[in-house]
């Protein structure tokens, strides 16, 4: 098993260990909800090295994986268009889409689909290819969010009218809030997303602690910067009223940054937004604003996309709720590899299938 403290320091590792075993009053399940602490978790080695009655779960917080089977579709019928040049993030031309197509299936029938790393190497593309329309594929959360805002203003500065964004940008904490009202996660505690919270701050997340009195921690990527968060979540289920905290300081400030959500209110509009397994979420994602209508594929093309059924067998809806583990899908390892994936929690490397394959979980 890997050591998860080398990188740090393996006595304070030890002794956070001890602390969270003595201010743990089990059982206590908790969520994370961002893809790097999924993976952190599982390549560190922490998660199997964590107190006995501390229960992870995974919650919807890879963009990939919550990118809703409709979208998926909506991207397949613009990228199989003559003058379209789709462009997007590497992880999402593996996501099957109805009848099991992937962008990259329809890129090797010769639709035009290419990989970015970046939305302003896709404002390149267009650029280069002033015949064609360049639509970019936006996934995420908060945090991708603002440089795809700052792409969008850079094509209006260029007057770029050949590139557009497919917005598919979701919002954490209204997501949060979903999962709460259901009711079926039986969550008792949030280990709250870091890069996110860099960005939104600690404010929207306030309704953890005053309407439903759950502790929540923002917490970093390190091992030891998750270990403390815990330690904390249990600092507060024992003693203290469930609050918002910040174990992320060096990063992450009470009010986020001022910078990146003006420009987010500036480029986008929220509105309800579809998601993997969790349905329609009232004011949970974010289209474009109408002053930036130009350059909205939804505009450009006069096309939404429509709610699709999630592939046959697929458990991702339930596993991105927390409501069951990925192991508990009857498709796992079976009919559903990362070589042959059959939903985006096998393909995305944050999904939590993923996670559960390659680092071989079990319960
Ligand atoms: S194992 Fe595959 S089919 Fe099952 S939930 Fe995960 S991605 Fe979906």
Redesign the pocket.
């Known amino acids: 098993m890997p050591n998860p403290f080398t990188v740090n320091d393996p006595e304070l590792g030890k002794k956070l260990l001890k602390r969270l075993e003595r201010e743990l009053n089990p059982p206590l399940r908790f969520m994370e909800v961002c893809g790097t602490h999924t993976v952190a978790l599982f390549q560190s080695g922490l998660r199997s090295l964590l107190p006995p009655g501390l229960v992870h779960v995974s919650g919807p917080g890879c963009p990939v994986c919550v990118t809703s089977s409709g979208e998926v579709a909506f991207a397949l019928e613009l990228a199989r268009k003559d003058e379209v040049i789709l462009a997007s993030f590497g992880d999402m031309l593996r996501v099957p889409g109805p009848e099991g197509l992937s962008l990259k299936g329809i890129k090797a029938e010769g639709a035009r689909v290419e990989v970015c790393y970046s939305p302003f190497e896709a404002l390149a593309l267009a650029r280069r290819h002033l015949d064609k329309k360049v639509v970019f594929l936006g996934i995420g959360f908060e945090t991708t969010a603002p440089v795809v805002a700052a792409t969008l203003k850079e094509a209006r500065r260029l007057d770029l009218e050949n590139f557009s964004v497919f917005s598919c940008h979701k919002l954490v904490p209204p997501a949060l809030k979903h999962l709460l009202k259901q009711g079926r996660a039986a969550v008792e505690a949030f280990l709250l997303p870091g890069h996110v919270s860099a960005v939104i701050g600690l404010e929207p997340y306030r309704f953890l602690s005053d309407e439903y009195r759950i502790p929540s921690v923002v917490a970093g990527f390190d091992p030891l910067d998750m270990l403390m968060a815990l330690v904390m979540i249990a600092g507060q289920k024992k003693e203290k009223p469930a609050e918002v905290q910040n174990q992320y300081q060096r990063v992450v400030r009470e009010q986020g940054n001022l910078k990146a959500q003006e420009l987010m209110q500036e480029v986008f509009a929220v509105k309800d937004a579809d998601w993997r397994g969790l349905g329609t979420i009232p004011a949970s994602g974010l289209g474009l604003a109408a002053e930036y209508e130009a350059h909205d594929a939804l505009k450009v093309f006069g096309q939404e996309p429509k709610i699709v059924p999630e592939p046959r ?4 809806g339930e ?1 991105l709720q927390g409501l069951i583990r ?1 192991d508990e ?1 009857p ?2 390892k079976t009919k ?1 590899t990362p070589a042959a ?6 393909v995305s490397t944050e999904g939590s ?1 993923a996670a559960y394959y390659k680092y071989k979980v079990s319960a």
């Open positions: 067998g697929c458990s991702c596993v990925p899908c498709l796992f559903c994936p059959v939903g985006p929690c096998m299938c």
